[in-house]
């Protein structure tokens, strides 16, 4: 039983993957964002990675995401590095949606840097084990899943979105 989410996912997981090797070059380059879609999905971007907004499903971050529909959540490379807290490079975020009403969290990997340099430039506190900062709406978090690998994660909460 505790199995089956698990499961389902990687159902799902194989049959979009299946769905993705049929559809034709042509359309998947006829999807490909612009430069202009970049230009103006990348504030977008990283209003949200700093946790200063919540990320909308407008169609600058759809077309750089190659999404069709406003389901935002998955793992998206970007086109080209994005500089967040104004030293920090990221080249791609993954974003978790909650149910309707329970927000969003954009979780990102700086690349190059240290837990320190990230604490530091996202100006984090020290809380128990944790660095963080809170924000309107929401909370800033660093930590590091794995030797060598920081994560910045932004949770906005939905009840004030």
């Not at 759809?62 to 389901?71: C, D, I, K, P």
């Not at 970007?78 to 979780?107: C, H, K, N, Q, W």
């Amino acid at each position: 039983m505790r199995w089956r989410p698990f499961l389902i996912a990687g159902a799902l997981q194989l049959a979009m993957s299946l769905a993705w090797a049929e559809m034709p070059a042509a359309l998947i380059e006829a999807n490909a964002p612009s430069a202009s879609d970049w230009a103006r999905a990348a504030p977008l971007l990283r209003a949200a990675i700093e946790c200063r907004a919540s990320l909308p499903p407008s169609i600058p971050v759809r077309a750089v995401f190659r999404l069709t529909n406003g389901r935002l959540g998955g793992h998206h490379a970007f086109p080209e590095p994005l500089t967040v807290f104004d030293s920090l490079r990221v080249s791609a975020m993954a974003i978790v949606e909650g149910a309707e009403g329970d927000g969003s969290s954009y979780a990102v990997q700086p690349e190059g840097v240290t837990k320190a340099e990230v604490i530091q430039a996202a100006r984090l506190q020290k809380s128990g084990a944790r660095y963080i900062r809170r924000v309107e709406e929401g909370l800033l978090m660093a930590s590091m899943p794995q030797p060598g690998v920081v994560r910045l994660v932004c949770v906005r909460d939905g009840h004030h979105v």
